[in-house]
């Protein structure tokens, strides 16, 4: 894979500055007596590079397993397996998981701690850069170089309060003007929601488009991405819809030349670098063996995913060869039978059924041949051979399998095409003229399903699930389908019961952690 000159090399420049400038977890402005300053453009790359580092990293928050504190696992925990998509199984036995499984967490949760620690040092480093790069860039970059790395700066940011507005609904506000040693004022859903806005719509235009930027780095199309998420949500965010403003923001997504991948399962597979940037993946982390490696991202989607095979399981050891898997499997999640029967039929169902059983009747006696299909929709395999067939063409005493690792050369997605596609049918469904249901059956076209002229609601949410699904959106789009809390809409576990029950409707968004209520508050029902 391709690395960008920045987040690969700047990484080692920016440890000191990383530690000494922002290192600590909790929102507090660190003492300016620690601080460091950049005394060279590699300084300041560096420090550029660590708040794009911060998404790959567990450094500086203590949990149970250091892989949890990881931006992009923590994050797309709470959206999966809080949902009908995937569990986490008994067998693993670490704190906090059940109770996510069945939706009864409390404000002692550590992978909720986790998630709302991580949103708040991202904004924090996003914002000293900022600050630095005003303050000392002049002297090394150009003003076109200060807008576009400005730009790319403030869309990590927007990027974590959109996940705070989206998980949690209130938190710390900090920016590059926030006066050092002050305690940051506390907004609410919808003032986080209008700054976070309007910063972006300020200097989004400032971000380099894609054909043009470098791989791994922010591009115009995903600053705009972003803003179409919030617009997407703005009803749950704010009570008032902004559908208009969704479908305004995507035509500077879809409009651009940026193309649908022909092959569906390549887009997760080792070599979807291909994809990242000027393609249909408008924004992805790369990960790279030996140089960008994380126990996020991609490495805890397939390593948690694949399961041990036994002796007597020579179909599975056959798999696990056919997809390059040569790590320690992590044998934990496991996808819900309401995935699996939606997937039904269509060519996107990347499962491993194996003898494994569908339902999950009883997560207590689970074993790993007992309980819940095998996702295998991310895979270290290349596209030029997906299934190993060259290797497992040969002797076995001459296949020499490219992978030996556990860590993951998959580079995570973030936002897709296909997805901005799924959003404009929204946008259509909601009255905005934006041509969406063409976009909509453009995704089911790549992959062969029969057009639908004019989908329904729940066509379009069924739509989102098989094309996005182990993406981290399943939660917030049955939240906005008004399919999350409550007991419209049942799932296996939902509530703590196996035929699934209502849950409050104070569960669409998480408690803030405890460690955090004196100073931020607490969420109602919490």
């Given at each position: ?247 305004n923001a995507l035509k500077n997504v879809v409009g651009t030349g940026i193309q649908l991948a022909k092959e569906y399962k390549y887009l997760f597979c080792a070599s979807n670098d291909r994809y990242v940037g000027n393609g249909e993946i408008i924004w992805g982390l790369p990960q790279e063996i030996g140089r960008l490696e994380t126990w996020g991202g991609t490495t805890s989607l397939v390593c948690a995913s694949y399961m041990e095979p036994d002796d007597s399981d020579s179909a599975l050891a056959q798999k696990l060869k056919e997809l ?203």
């Amino acid at each position: 894979m391709k690395i960008s000159k920045y987040l690969v090399p700047g990484i080692v420049a920016a440890c000191g500055m990383l530690t000494s400038c922002v290192g600590d977890l909790n929102v507090q402005p660190d003492d300016p007596n620690t601080k460091t300053e950049p005394t060279s453009r590699a300084d300041l790359e560096g420090f550029f590079a660590s708040v794009y580092y911060d998404l790959y990293t567990d450094q500086g928050l203590s949990v149970s397993d250091g892989g949890r504190a990881v931006f992009t696992r923590c994050h797309t925990d709470l959206n999966e397996i809080t949902s009908d998509e995937f569990f986490i199984s008994e067998k693993w036995q670490d704190p906090g998981y059940q109770v996510l499984n069945m939706n009864t967490w409390t404000d002692t949760n550590e992978w909720i701690y986790a998630a709302f620690s991580r949103e708040n040092h991202l904004a924090k480093l996003a914002s000293v850069f900022i600050a630095n790069l005003h303050q000392y860039g002049p002297q090394w970059y150009t003003d076109e170089e200060i807008k576009a790395m400005d730009a790319e700066a403030r869309v990590l940011r927007g990027y974590a309060y959109y996940q705070n507005i989206d998980l949690f609904g209130r938190g710390p506000w900090i920016d590059e003007t926030s006066p050092t040693g002050a305690t940051p004022p506390t907004y609410d859903r919808k003032q986080l929601f209008e700054a976070t806005v309007a910063d972006l719509t300020a200097y989004v235009d400032n971000l380099i488009p894609a054909a043009q930027q470098v791989y791994g780095r922010i591009s115009r199309e995903a600053g705009y991405m972003l803003l179409a998420k919030l617009y997407l949500n703005a009803e749950v965010y704010t009570g008032t819809p902004m559908w208009q403003e969704c479908a305004n923001a995507l035509k500077n997504v879809v409009g651009t030349g940026i193309q649908l991948a022909k092959e569906y399962k390549y887009l997760f597979c080792a070599s979807n670098d291909r994809y990242v940037g000027n393609g249909e993946i408008i924004w992805g982390l790369p990960q790279e063996i030996g140089r960008l490696e994380t126990w996020g991202g991609t490495t805890s989607l397939v390593c948690a995913s694949y399961m041990e095979p036994d002796d007597s399981d020579s179909a599975l050891a056959q798999k696990l060869k056919e997809l390059n898997f040569y790590g320690t499997p992590w044998s934990g999640l496991r996808m819900r039978p309401e995935l699996s029967q939606a997937l039904k039929g269509d060519p996107r169902r990347l499962v491993y059924e194996g003898s494994y059983q569908e339902e999950i009747p009883d997560l207590v006696a689970y074993n790993e041949t007992s309980c819940g299909y095998m996702s295998i929709k991310y895979t270290f395999t290349t596209e030029d051979d997906y299934y190993n067939e060259r290797v497992l063409a040969l002797p076995a005493d001459e296949q020499v399998f490219n992978n030996s690792s556990q860590m993951s050369n998959v580079d995570f997605p973030i936002f897709r095409l296909a997805d901005a596609y799924l959003m404009l049918a929204e946008c259509q469904l909601h009255g905005v003229q934006c041509d969406g249901f063409t976009y909509f059956n453009k995704v089911r076209d790549r992959v062969g399903l029969e057009p639908i002229a004019s989908p329904s609601a729940d066509q379009i949410l069924h739509e989102r699930q098989c094309e996005l699904y182990s993406e981290g959106f399943r939660r917030s789009d049955l939240i906005r389908f008004n399919r999350y809390t409550g007991s419209t809409y049942l799932w296996s576990w939902k509530g703590g019961q196996y035929t699934g029950t209502s849950i409050p409707a104070t569960h669409a968004v998480f408690p803030i952690p405890y460690q955090y209520v004196v100073t931020v508050g607490q969420n109602p029902g919490y």
